[in-house]
């Protein structure tokens, strides 16, 4: 089979192009711009392509084409395929069909998602029972890949592991239909596509319903928006950060923060329901290093000695707690944050969670570059009342960076050796963190 992939560089989409790479089928895709993931799908064989959408950049003999959810049915390879009769199934729907195949861990929640799904990706593994996983980072111990086939055939209920992370947006996750669901958490968050907190609890409690009665659903009994959607009636393992495990985990973890030890539990649980030794558990989450862009630490020498963090938080509560985990890692260093708003809709939504947030940091120092803003997701309106130099204004503390690069620079100017600087954000905001390290 001829499968043909539009958004191909995007984290979760490059992970199922690879899955049909590894099932022997022929990969083709396109995207608009190159990136370590479009250049390691082509070193295992996929055809890509990157720059603006081109209708004959889908082969002719294509069987099927999948698309990211944020490709609209305008999009001119879209219609192309349409034209030639191509069967097209978006991002989720193609995930939800293997999800059918494969007895299926599937991780949810606003915060937290990748982080569990790799700590139960190694339990599993640890454990014996080889799956695939598909999560929104990359492990080191996947060889870097956001990507990892099952090779054994160690089967559940006839059908061999999946783990996958599970987006609640744009319901995205209505379309799986796992056998096991985790829950980390739940506070409003893509409010451009549900616009209340109300509409985003009754997506998940339809998402609770695609589980089967001989399913297992593991919560975070912390947090009072999991358990405001957990059903009557049916046994939820709950797990929270006062039980005896959590006391062995945080002496074992070498990831810092309270919320890492909360992602652990949750794969500690997992574990246990599919008869994994204790021993075994610990040990994988003890060997568990962090996964990309999620605290990823880097120590640098240039222009003086500093420890450079790089993480993928956008929402004020990621950036809360990704902050004073590092301000427990090292209590003594000057902290420095450099943030990039991500949307101008969520930054509108939740401006006076991040003056509260930002103002109540940590922090030594606060750089705000501009919002990172995502096609097909802005309101032409939102864009001309939020910004990241109004939000600087509304933090003593803050100080707002036009550019990148200038963000670079006064780092070099002004860094005297020791601090420990944070580069936060989901956007274009990593290319700061490849500059630094790069020298």
């Not at 609770?208 to 999991?226: C, F, I, M, R, Y």
């Not at 950036?319 to 590092?326: G, I, L, N």
């Not at 606060?366 to 097909?376: E, H, K, Q, S």
């Not at 550019?403 to 989901?426: D, N, P």
Request: hydrophobic content about 40%; overall charge negative.
């Amino acid at each position: 089979m001829k499968v043909h992939f539009l958004g191909i560089g995007g984290i979760g989409v490059s992970a199922l192009a690879q899955y049909y790479l590894a099932d022997g089928q022929e990969v083709s895709g396109c995207d608009l711009a190159p990136s370590e993931l479009t250049t390691a799908l082509s070193r295992k064989g996929a055809v890509v392509r990157t720059g603006e959408p081109e209708p004959s950049c889908v082969p002719e003999d294509t069987d099927l084409l999948i698309y990211s959810p944020a490709i609209s049915a305008e999009h001119p390879e879209r219609v192309t395929a349409r034209e030639k009769g191509i069967l097209e199934f978006s991002y989720p729907e193609a995930l939800g069909d293997l999800t059918r195949t494969h007895y299926t861990i599937a991780v949810s929640g606003t915060h937290g998602k990748s982080t569990t799904t790799a700590m139960i990706a190694l339990v599993l593994l640890h454990g014996g029972l080889d799956p695939t996983v598909i999560v929104g980072t990359k492990l080191k111990e996947f060889g870097n890949s956001n990507f990892r086939i099952g090779k054994n055939g160690c089967l559940k209920n006839g059908k061999p592991f999946l783990v996958i992370e599970a987006d609640e947006h744009t319901a995205s996750f209505l379309h799986y239909w796992p056998d096991v669901i985790v829950l980390t958490s739940l506070e409003a968050d893509h409010m451009d596509y549900y616009k209340t907190l109300e509409n985003l609890q009754e997506t998940f409690k339809e998402y609770l319903t695609h589980l089967p009665v001989e399913g297992q659903l593991v919560a975070n009994g912390d947090d009072t928006g999991v358990k405001s959607v957990l059903p009557q009636g049916r046994t939820t393992h709950l797990y929270a950060l006062e039980s005896p495990e959590a006391k062995e985990i945080r002496n074992i973890l070498q990831v810092p923060g309270e919320h890492n030890v909360s992602n652990a539990l949750a794969a500690f649980h997992v574990g246990r329901l599919l008869g994994i030794e204790k021993e075994r558990i610990l040990e994988a989450l003890s060997s568990f290093k962090g996964s990309w862009r999620r605290f990823e630490v880097f120590e640098l020498a240039e222009p003086v000695s500093y420890t450079l963090v790089s993480d993928y938080g956008h929402h004020p509560t990621e950036v809360k707690v990704t902050v004073e985990a590092a301000r427990a890692k090292w209590p003594n260093r000057p902290l420095w944050l450099v943030f990039q708003p991500h949307q101008y809709h969520r930054t509108f939504t939740f401006f006076e969670q991040f003056v509260k947030v930002l103002s109540g940091l940590p922090a030594n120092r606060i750089l705000l570059t501009p919002i990172y803003g995502v096609p097909g997701r802005e309101d032409a309106s939102v864009k001309e009342r939020v910004s990241s130099e109004k939000l600087a204004k509304a933090v003593s503390k803050a100080q707002y960076v036009p550019t990148l690069s200038g963000a670079q620079e006064l780092l070099q100017k002004e860094l005297t050796g020791g601090e420990v600087v944070i580069v936060m954000g989901a956007g274009d905001i990593y290319e700061l963190t490849l500059r630094l390290c790069s020298g």
